[in-house]
């Protein structure tokens, strides 16, 4: 077989295709129900209302989605550049333990400049561990996707050991946890008495930001120039490795700011189970959306959704609920060959 | 001192040797694919779905070696999926790869949840028991580490052998290294490239499961969501420390295990007591980095790595 391009691909390829991938996705679902003894219609039912079927279901989706909005922000910058970051896990982390640091009383400042200056030290934490690889790949050759993926466990173990030293709750009861953070210090809810933080908002202003800078700067284009060719880009007089330190930089910073969020919005300190893998998962959020940063943000509430509503639909129906785990790898899976296949006709022979 | 005291051991040698088997495994597993110009970032999850599904067909009565067989096709299926999506259609094999990793680690804890729905602690097995060679075994040092294992660890060192002859001395090893280094010439000698990639990534698949399936059956008895704990990816810095090839790669796994067994013992010592037991965990994946760092630049990668075919195409 043979893949020829297609110049114009009709509506049909454009929109019936990636139909087709979702549809598999969920004919996955049935299948895993029925696997699990469960009625494949009902299991779908109370995953869709889990996810969004009152006011509480809802929050919790735009909750969850509000990490994987930073992470999925983190990888599509990075990847738009051919930048494999996939150590957004170890970004997040570094953003966690610099809001802890900061933000247990070791600034006296108002919330309204605390918070600002927590979130970029934040930014700062996260850009400089995604430096370390990248650096190592601009000038040493070496391929970041494994020294990006080994940061994630050195930067876990490096937790565990400040949860269990310096940074040790003394009233943890032995837990390894952080000491809870100052009230000026936490992220307030967008509306009193609803559970969504202002985490939420600066997640839609990063994907605002991002997509500015996507289109309408000059590190823009540079990076996409990069990520289509480096070779042509240096040719062109772009600087290739310091558009891609940029890169790191920024998607870095991106990363960050899921930890920031977490820990100031939503958990008030700082655990070893923080992230349950949002940074693998933002993989999957920024593919979903093609590396659009607006897409972004509808993709990561679909992602969160799917896994807000396993949950409770586990709860219920005792499908268990790494269910999720495995239909947005299989969204993955199938929407790039769906994405694939619009652009391109198989020929055989 | 302590450290020699350590060195001079027959155990520390024996779990270096443990240690290395199902790196062996999963690093020439990688070599394989990565030869025929197919990088696997699949490998993390097929070691995760070997470790589990040899561990249940154990647990559900059947034999052990039977569990290394189910392993390493389970195995064969995850690397079917990586091979359908980035060879005949060339996707990315960056996001294919990592979605795979992702597919099977999730299929390894929903399957583990659908058939242990109560259980707080994974069931254990009977694994494999050391098989001490007759007489070679009496040596000192060498016979413990390398005669006194399972069958599994012999069978990796067996496959190092193998998979050397097999790319270096037949006509298929050679089309598979052509296919990942000029892969139009593959197409001159009448042969397919996509047929040749595939089952490089097919068969590389089934050996990172038997290097899971080793963590189960023969190493720890039980299994853990977290217990392949970035192995895979270690494995692929492996493959790049030992230049593409499987003797030097194999090398490259031992003396990595040898680090790894020597921090577990240096743990014990009173350097732990005042260094965090977390700073000896992390000396695997440092050394990994420093091994890509160290090789990065004189490595000869294979030169259509990552390169996708399309025929007819220039």
Redesign the interface.
Known sequence: ???EPIANPSLVRRVGLPAAALALTVLMASL?AL??GANPFATLGLIVKGAAGSKFALLETLNRATPLIFTGLAVAVAFRAKL?N?GAEAQLYAGAIVTVLLGTGALPLPSALLLPVIALAAMVAGALVLLGPVL?KTR????E???T??????ML??V??LL??PLKDPMGMGWPKSPALEKAARLPRIVEGLRLHWGFALAILSALAVWVIQTRTTLGYEIRAVGLNAEAARFAGIPVGRVMIKTAVLSGGLAALAGFSEVAGLKGNLTLDLSPGFG?TG??VA?LALLNPLGVVLSAIFVAGVFVGADSMSRAA?V????A??L???A??TM??AI??TRTKIRWR | MDILEIILTASFWAAAVRIASPLIFATLGELICERAGVLNLGIEGIMVIGAFTGWMTVYLGFGLWTGVLVAMLAGMLFGLVHATLTVPFGLSQHVVGLGVTLLATATAAFAYRLSLPEVTSPPKIVPFQPLPVPGLSELPLIGPAFFAQTPLTYLAFVLIAVVSVVLYRTPLGLALRAAGENPASVEAQGLSVTAMRMGAVIVGSGLMAIGGAFLTMSAFSSFFFEMVNGRGWICIALVVFGAWRPGKAALGALLFAAFDALQVRLQQTPMGAYVPYQVFLMVPYILSILALVLMSRRAEVPAALMVPFNKGER
């Open positions: 077989m043979r893949l895993l696997l699990a494999w996939i190592l040493a050759g070496v391929d996707v494994v020294t993926l080994l940061f994630n466990f050195i173990l490096f565990s050991l269990e030293g693998y993989i999957i593919m005792g268990p609920t790494y269910i785990d495995i947005t790898a299989t993955l899976l790039v060959l694939r296949l």
